[in-house]
C-alpha cells in the first residue's frame, strides 16, 4: 500500500498529532491555493504588507525615520533576530517550507539519511580513510535508489528529500536528476558547511536556523526513511526517527538500514535488546539491505504502517 494512500485514509501527517494543526494539511485545497500563491488576486481590500513595506522605504529623510524604532517590526531584521523572538523564529521555520511544498504539491517523501564523507567511487582514493574509501559504493546506492524511487514519482508523492549537502546526500539529490524529477534538500546552517550540492531542485532547496524544525520536515511528509553509513549527525537522525515510530508517535513507515556490516559493527543491537533497554520487538522496526533494488522491494513489502498503540516491553 502507498504510504501517502494510507495517510489520507487515516486523516494524519505520519507524525501524531501535527494534522490536527490546521495550517499544516497535506492536501491544497482550491482556497489553499488561492491564498498561498502570491500571483493571485488578493482577498483582501487592505494593503498588503509588501506594500506598506515598500511604501515605507520611500518615506523622507529624517531622524524620526532613521531610527530603528520606526521600521516595520516584521522588516526590521534586527528586531525579529531578538532572543526574546525565538518563538517566532521557529515558527517561521516551520511555515515557510511548509507553504513552500504546498504550492508545489509535495505530499509525500523518501527520507534519505546518510553521511557527508562518504566520497562518490570516482573520489575514493583521495577519502581520509580506508572504510571511507570502501563506504564509497553506498554513494552509488543512493544515487541509484533515488533515481527509482524518483521514476515511480508523480511529483507530489515519493519525491526524495535529503540534507541538501555533499556524500550520501548529494547522491540521492542527484539520482533524482538522473530520472528527470525534482527533489528537496533541507539544509542547515554550519560554522564550516558550503553552498547546497548542485543536483537539490532550486525551488525545493531550503535552509534551517533550528535542527529541531529541520527535522520536523524531515517527517511530517515521510513515506519512508532510508539511512546510508554515516557520522554523528546520521546517528541523531536515525535513532530520533526510530524514538518516534518506537514509542508510537509515528506510523511505522519502511525503515531501511544499507549495509549491514556497517551498522552492526557500530552498533550492538543485540546486546540492547539482551539488557532490556529495548525490546526484541523494537529490532523489527528496521531492516538491513545491501541495494537500491532490495529496498525497493522491501517497501513494496513492508505491510502495516500503522502506529503502535502498547510498547512492547513496558
Request: charged share 25%; hydrophobic share 40%.
Amino acid at each position: 500500500m502507498r504510504r501517502v494512500e494510507l495517510m489520507k485514509r487515516q486523516g494524519h501527517s505520519g507524525v501524531t498529532g501535527l494534522r490536527a494543526c490546521s495550517w499544516l494539511p497535506l492536501e491544497q485545497t482550491s482556497e489553499q491555493k488561492g491564498i498561498l500563491m502570491e500571483h493571485n488576486p488578493r482577498l483582501s481590500p487592505l494593503p498588503s504588507a509588501h506594500t506598506d513595506a515598500d511604501t515605507a522605504s520611500h518615506v523622507p529623510d529624517t531622524p524620526q525615520t532613521r531610527s530603528p524604532a520606526y521600521r516595520l517590526a516584521y522588516a526590521d531584521q534586527d528586531f525579529l533576530c531578538r532572543d526574546e523572538m525565538r518563538s517566532v523564529r521557529l515558527q517561521l521555520e516551520l511555515h515557510k517550507p511548509q507553504l513552500e511544498l504546498m504550492e508545489e504539491g509535495i505530499e509525500g517523501t523518501i527520507v534519505m539519511f546518510g553521511g557527508a564523507r562518504i566520497p562518490a567511487p570516482v573520489h575514493k582514493d583521495a577519502a581520509r580513510t580506508k572504510t571511507l574509501a570502501d563506504l564509497s559504493r553506498f554513494y552509488d546506492e543512493a544515487r541509484e535508489f533515488a533515481r527509482l524511487m524518483t521514476l515511480r514519482s508523480d511529483g507530489r508523492t515519493n519525491v526524495i528529500v535529503t540534507g541538501g549537502g555533499p556524500g550520501v546526500m548529494e547522491a540521492g539529490n542527484r539520482g533524482a536528476v538522473d530520472a528527470g524529477g525534482k527533489s528537496i534538500g533541507l539544509n542547515i546552517v554550519l560554522p564550516h558547511e558550503q553552498a547546497p550540492n548542485e543536483y537539490v531542485t532550486p525551488e525545493l532547496c531550503f535552509n534551517f536556523h533550528y535542527f529541531a524544525i529541520r527535522k520536523m520536515h524531515f517527517l511530517m511528509r515521510a513515506q519512508a526513511i532510508c539511512v546510508f553509513p554515516g557520522g554523528f549527525g546520521t546517528l541523531d537522525e536515525m535513532f530520533e526517527s526510530l524514538t518516534l515510530i518506537q514509542t508510537g508517535r509515528m506510523e511505522c513507515v519502511p525503515f531501511l538500514l544499507f549495509g549491514k556490516e556497517f551498522w552492526e559493527d557500530i552498533i550492538n543491537w543485540e546486546a540492547l535488546a539482551d539488557a532490556g533497554t529495548i525490546s526484541e520487538d523494537d529490532l523489527k522496526l528496521f531492516r538491513f539491505v545491501e541495494t537500491a533494488e532490495e529496498a525497493i522491494e522491501v517497501i513494496d513489502t513492508w505491510g502495516d504502517c500503522s502506529p503502535r498503540d502498547v510498547i512492547p516491553g513496558r
